[in-house]
């Protein structure tokens, strides 16, 4: 059983686009993230957000906002899509309590902008 | 400055012999401290985690974290061709929803 999964693996579109990048998790955590990898493998926290509130780094965007329909999902959704968000989008999930540093990993979605 | 450094290789060294990876952090409220192997095109997988200063062992992977220093270690012994990949440093402040901060991750290969 995958315990993080992402949909789509792979995303091309065009510039001004605007798309969803939607994330499961299956392992009963309260905690969930988004992360990007840009081309030179820099891996960046974009957002956290549980059940009480959303953190959201400063350097994001507000073309980019999470969407949770309930507590095993948090969807991605980018509006007006540019070139700079090319990147491997990376979703992964925690415990809140004392295990919330052991963050599980999904596959990763790969976005291209054309 | 980056809050977290780590050279990005690659790192090439020979089947068997101990591999030592480092890191760098500049945030003092860092509590925990992570290493995540990471193949390529997959997602990071949490290999050792450790809080605040100390060893921690698990098989052939040790890790260290001085805190006075700022310094993170993870030391692998009788490194295998199967251990290439690119090891992600991390650091986190510990409790509600925050998110870990990575290095930018040191490519490793192991050579047969």
């Known amino acids: 059983d995958t315990a993080v999964s992402q949909t789509p693996k792979y995303l091309v579109t065009q510039m001004g686009n605007d798309k969803s990048i939607k994330c499961e998790q299956n392992l009963g955590h309260d905690t969930m993230y988004w992360y990007k990898q840009d081309s030179k493998k820099f891996l960046k926290i974009m957002f956290s957000y549980n059940n009480k509130e959303l953190i959201i780094n400063e350097t994001v965007p507000n073309r980019f906002s999470p969407k949770s329909p309930d507590k095993a999902h948090l969807n991605l959704h980018i509006n007006s899509l540019e070139l700079g968000d090319s990147a491997v989008y990376f979703c992964?999930?925690?415990?809140?309590?004392?295990?919330?540093?052991?963050?599980?990993f999904g596959p990763g979605t790969r976005l291209l902008v054309l | 400055q980056k809050e977290v450094e780590q050279d990005p290789g690659p790192l090439s060294v020979p089947e068997g012999a101990i591999v030592s990876l480092n890191c760098t952090y500049s945030?003092?409220?860092?509590?925990?401290f992570m290493w995540y192997r990471q193949y390529s095109r997959k997602g990071p997988e949490l290999l050792m985690y450790t809080y605040s200063s100390g060893n921690k062992e698990d098989g052939r992977f040790t890790a260290q974290v001085d805190k006075s220093s700022k310094y993170i270690s993870l030391f692998i012994r009788d490194s295998q061709p199967s251990d290439s990949a690119t090891y992600l440093c991390?650091?986190?402040?510990?409790?509600?929803?925050?998110?870990?901060?990575f290095g930018k991750g040191t490519h490793l290969i192991i050579q047969p």
């Open positions: 991390a650091g986190g402040r510990g409790g509600g929803a925050d998110g870990l901060t």
């Open positions: 992964a999930s925690s415990q809140e309590g004392d295990r919330w540093e052991t963050q599980y």
């Open positions: 945030n003092s409220a860092f509590q925990y």
